[in-house]
T-cell receptor, first 114, second 113 residues
Framework: GAVVSQHPSWVICKSGTSVKIECRSL??????MFWYRQFPKQSLMLMAT?????????EQGVEKDKFLINHASLTLSTLTVTSAHPEDSSFYIC??????????FGPGTRLTVL | AQSVTQPDIHITVSEGASLELRCNYS??????LFWYVQSPGQGLQLLLK??????LVQGIKGFEAEFKRSQSSFNLRKPSVHWSDAAEYFC???????????FGQGTELSVKP
């Protein structure tokens, strides 16, 4: 139980295009989902917290217009990187939880912007 | 400020040897502490967690960690390392079980035959 999936697992796109990453809780309903960014050989940095049906809360320094987060259902959250540039290349990881329970992490999505 | 420090960026141990990964934290409230493992290109898997009670906690894969409040530490240990333990290990602190987590920089573990 408590499986979180991400799609795609990796994506390559051209600079200036937008990319959508999906995060799904497969066997539970996630009231909250988190989006993290991880640079090579570095730690995870929380980007935003999203609760189902409400606007995401972004961490300081994260551009909300660039990283659009939608949490339309209890099993799906999406992160859209708009007008992507090479500096947005990174490993994006989501996690999900039920209520105040433990976070379960997805396998991550590798984004490369050319 | 809230922070987590993992002093060792990279550690190499021989298979069968013991392991200790260090983690120090700075947190204003009673911390919830976690250790995660990340294999290359993968997400995070929870090894163990500490909320309260016995300061020595047991986790999966033979790992354990000890919470020492006086030293603000939560070091991860394993008595005998296996080659499959080679991975990146992250210590994290949070306000509760499922809330916002602050991660350390990670320690990369290599295991030599």
């Amino acid at each position: 139980g408590a499986v979180v999936s991400q799609h795609p697992s990796w994506v390559i796109c051209k600079s200036g295009t937008s990319v959508k990453i999906e995060c799904r809780s497969l066997d539970f309903q996630a009231t909250t989902m988190f989006w993290y960014r991880q640079f090579p050989k570095q730690s995870l940095m929380l980007m935003a917290t999203s609760n189902e049906g409400s606007k995401a809360t972004y961490e300081q320094g994260v551009e909300k217009d660039k990283f659009l987060i939608n949490h339309a259902s209890l099993t799906l959250s999406t992160l859209t990187v708009t007008s992507a540039h090479p500096e947005d290349s990174s490993f994006y990881i989501c996690s999900a939880r039920v209520g105040a329970g433990e976070q379960f992490f997805g396998p991550g999505t590798r984004l490369t912007v050319l | 400020a809230q922070s987590v420090t993992q002093p060792d960026i990279h550690i190499t141990v021989s298979e069968g040897a013991s392991l200790e990964l260090r983690c120090n934290y700075s947190y204003g409230a009673t911390p919830y502490l976690f250790w995660y493992v990340q294999s290359p290109g993968q997400g995070l898997q929870l090894l163990l967690k500490y909320f309260s009670g016995d300061t020595l906690v047991q986790g999966i894969k033979g790992f354990e960690a000890e919470f020492k409040r006086s030293q603000s530490s939560f070091n991860l240990r394993k008595p005998s390392v296996h080659w499959s333990d080679a991975a990146e290990y992250f210590c994290a602190v949070g306000h509760n079980q499922g809330g916002k987590l602050i991660f350390g920089q990670g320690t990369e573990l290599s295991v030599k035959p």
